[in-house]
């Protein structure tokens, strides 16, 4: 088995002959089984930690809802991807089905808005719950959400810009966690950003780019497992961490009560002993 029946559009023929001249044309498409495959990956963990969200009786009204949205819109977004790679034999360089790509980055961004919303909350109990501080956060995240989601749509469906404010809101993320404490969920994110680093690190030397020269300097089995590959398995293992740390310890869920604007109050994490534990030149990770 040598595992040619893994590729569709790679033309193996060119490869084993040792990639001489130019790729045969229509053959430099990343729709592999490791591609796409890795996809549905994400988005079987994806659902299956929203549904599990959704059946979390611990969970308050609004830790449930972002979470369900995060999980939800990654889901989908990482399904359509893989649906374009395996069934369109399309990639993020060969996009003919624009719009199908306008939909996929869209809802990953969806998704990473919900997770920011979700952040921010905590973020308001643990530092601040000036509502002043609260307004300028939330309307940067808007801003800035709203802003890529809508360059999107309207504009060109941007990989890059999708995934550098993606990656810089995980990176938010995390340091909120921290704040927290909740190692479990920081490492979760801290591997789907790892994946996100890999991929564009190993792009140059695994992607179409290196095809014509037989991904000689690419220190995966690539084309069968590439970076796409990596970064997808990567992400699917942090976003599986996740999904079972934010089902387990829902923050805003045991010690939260919903007022009437809707907002949690979280009484129980806010005392004054802590406060003034903290006061001082402690760092707050230490007020844990």
């Not at 990482?78 to 649906?83: F, Q, R, W």
């Not at 307004?135 to 890059?160: D, E, H, K, P």
């Not at 591997?191 to 890999?198: E, H, P, Q, R, S």
Request: proline share 3%; hydrophobic share 50%; net charge negative.
């Amino acid at each position: 088995m040598t595992g040619d029946h893994l590729l569709m559009l790679y033309d193996m023929e060119y490869v084993k002959g040792g990639c001489v001249g130019e790729p045969p044309p229509g053959t430099a498409t990343d729709d592999t089984l490791g591609t796409y495959s890795s996809n549905y990956a994400i988005a079987i963990v994806g659902l299956a930690a929203a549904v599990a969200m959704l059946l979390n009786r611990r969970a308050s009204t609004s830790y449930k809802t972002l979470s369900i949205n995060f999980f939800a819109w990654t889901a989908f977004g990482y399904g359509v991807a893989g649906v374009l790679h395996q069934v369109l034999h399309e990639d993020e360089e060969h996009a003919e089905h624009a719009a199908w790509w306008k939909t996929s980055y869209v809802a990953t961004l969806l998704g990473i808005l919900a997770l920011n919303t979700l952040a921010n909350q905590l973020l308001y109990v643990k530092v601040s719950t000036n509502s002043v501080f609260q307004l300028i956060i939330t309307a940067i995240a808007v801003l800035f959400g709203g802003g890529i989601i809508l360059s999107n749509i309207f504009g060109s469906a941007s990989l890059i810009l999708t995934g550098v404010y993606s990656a810089v809101v995980l990176l938010y993320v995390v340091v909120v966690f921290a704040v927290w404490c909740e190692w479990p969920k920081v490492l979760g994110l801290a591997l789907m950003i790892i994946g996100m680093i890999v991929q564009v690190a190993l792009t140059p030397m695994c992607g179409d780019a290196a095809y014509p020269d037989c991904f000689k300097d690419c220190p995966l089995p690539a084309p069968y497992f590439n970076h796409n590959a990596l970064f997808h398995w990567l992400f699917a293992i942090g976003l599986l961490i996740l999904g079972i740390a934010l089902n387990t310890n829902p923050e805003l869920a045991s010690s939260a009560e919903v007022t009437t604007n809707g907002f949690e109050q979280i009484k129980s994490l806010v005392q004054v002993e802590n406060k003034e534990e903290c006061s001082g030149t402690r760092s707050i990770l230490s007020c844990c």
